[in-house]
């Protein structure tokens, strides 16, 4: 079974001719689904008001003498109107497409003709629900992100700098606008983080933000997880699957690391962004997205595109706006307000009250920052980690380059030694708890294991 199959997910079947309610209900029983049954629109909306229904299965038509569909449509926006992301189904009499095709206009996520054929039925049930299971876990990851975020960072992004003021100022006025954005800047700027900020002050906001990491996506799976796939597709194609473009529909897409897009994928991927359409592989059936795009790289596309290796006209499409985040080495009037951000949430993450030391707070002005606000945020962790009850000390920041004045007084410890002491503490905080504490080191777990085993570090 796959993640998508809700065995036990509750449908509803709303028609008023019971010989429908009942065939479709063993079937769908037999499939393993809890069925509910309702005659008329109103007792469908009174189980929708008190029953966890996960699809909608409903006829156009109640009163016999009509096949206007009116009631149908009506019945439809009032479900939409209780949860737009639950999927709704309609079903029509045989060859009134039109109506089918109004019903879809109005949001319904897919329809079936009547008399049905049993498998089709299955797959489209099966295939809306583990869109919407998909969406949800899309949702709540976002949901989540968002809170530990509001959590983590009260006031959003730290902008004291003059330029990310102005970035900040940019970012707000063109969030509005459903033009694609190009996001630019070195490793670690914030661009993750300034997508999100566009998305969360678009129009869309209350929709999905889905991120893609272009180059995380093994070249021969590109357009199963961009534009999904049906059932049977290939040999792993076990169940139907949306790919990426299609969950972000009505939301906002981020294509992360877009320079590291390979020459085929680039014209696959002009193509969709130009007319928003798309097939499932294995699909001959087009479908539609509304996503609004935004792209982020570290790379200079500008010199790739000269160089013939970046599309010109995809560069074209995706950079009708470009907003660049400057490295933290730019803008050294964000450092410490980074720095007291991070340090005030580990304090929280770890029970602590650490300040940093004057000392700490020089090494932290004359770094560099090759690796950005990322290698600032690593550094504070660790920091947190390392310096027990005192105040952090320039040494505890462990920062890579740093000059012997910014350490002050302090003696110098081993690299190994300290690594041994912040691996120790973190179990210790952790309670032992190996995957915790590889996690807050930001280590894989044998990557941890290995350690324990070079520092002769038992665990409980
Ligand atoms: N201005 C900022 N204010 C607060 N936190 C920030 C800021 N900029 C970046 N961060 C934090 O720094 C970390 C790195 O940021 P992010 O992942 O957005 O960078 P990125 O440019 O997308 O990196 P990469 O290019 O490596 O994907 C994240 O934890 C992010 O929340």
Do not use: C
């Not at 566009?198 to 869309?204: A, D, F, L």
């Not at 500008?302 to 933290?328: C, K, S």
């Amino acid at each position: 079974m796959t993640s998508g199959r809700a065995e036990s997910a509750t449908i509803l079947v709303v028609d008023d001719q019971a010989d429908v309610r009942e065939a479709v209900s063993l079937l769908l029983a037999d499939e393993g689904y809890s069925v509910l049954g309702a005659a008329a629109p109103q007792g469908a909306l009174a189980l929708l008001q008190d029953q966890p229904v996960a699809l909608v299965l409903f006829d156009m038509n109640y009163s016999r003498d009509t096949t206007s569909g009116r009631e149908g449509l009506e019945l439809l926006a009032v479900m939409r109107a209780l949860d737009k992301h639950r999927p709704l189904v309609a079903m029509t009499a045989w060859g009134s497409i039109d109506l089918a095709v109004q019903a879809l206009q109005q949001g319904a996520a897919d329809f079936v003709e009547k008399p049905w054929d049993n498998n089709r039925l299955l797959t489209i049930i099966r295939t809306q629900l583990e869109r919407s299971a998909a969406v949800e876990r899309a949702r709540r990851v976002g949901r989540a992100a968002a809170l530990e975020r509001a959590d983590k960072s009260p006031g959003g992004i730290v902008a004291e700098a003059e330029s990310m003021r102005r970035l900040l100022d940019m970012t707000r006025r063109v969030a509005d606008s459903d033009a694609p954005i190009l996001i630019t800047g070195e490793n670690g700027v914030g661009k993750g983080l300034l997508a999100e900020q566009i998305h969360r002050w678009s129009p869309v906001a209350d929709e999905v933000f889905i991120t893609v990491n272009m180059g995380a996506i093994p070249e021969s799976l590109f357009e199963a997880e961009m534009f999904g796939h049906a059932k049977g597709a290939f040999t792993d194609a076990r169940e139907a699957r949306a790919g990426r473009f299609e969950l972000a529909d009505g939301g906002t897409l981020f294509l992360d690391e877009v320079g590291n897009l390979p020459a085929a994928q680039q014209a696959k991927l002009l193509h969709v962004l130009e007319t928003g359409e798309f097939e499932r592989i294995g699909e001959t059936r087009t479908r539609h997205a509304r996503v609004r795009v935004i792209a982020a790289t570290n790379a200079d596309l500008q010199a790739m595109v000269e160089a013939g290796e970046f599309r010109r006209d995809l560069y074209f499409r995706l950079n009708t706006i470009e907003l660049r985040i400057p490295p933290l080495s730019e803008r050294p009037a964000d450092v410490l307000p980074l720095a007291e951000r991070f340090l005030s949430i580990q304090n929280r993450k770890y029970a602590r009250s650490l300040a940093f030391s004057d000392a700490a707070l020089k090494a932290l002005r004359e770094h560099e920052w090759p690796g950005n606000v990322r290698e600032l945020a690593h550094a504070v962790e660790r920091a947190v980690l390392l310096a027990g009850d005192q105040s952090i000390q320039p040494e505890h920041l462990m920062l890579v380059g740093q000059s012997p004045s910014a350490t002050g007084a302090q003696p110098i410890v081993a690299l190994e030694d300290l690594e041994r002491q912040m691996i120790e503490r973190a179990l210790n905080h952790f309670e032992g708890d190996v995957l915790h504490t590889a996690e807050a080191l930001g280590l894989s777990r044998s990557a941890l294991y290995r350690r324990l085993e070079k520092y002769g570090i038992k665990t409980a």
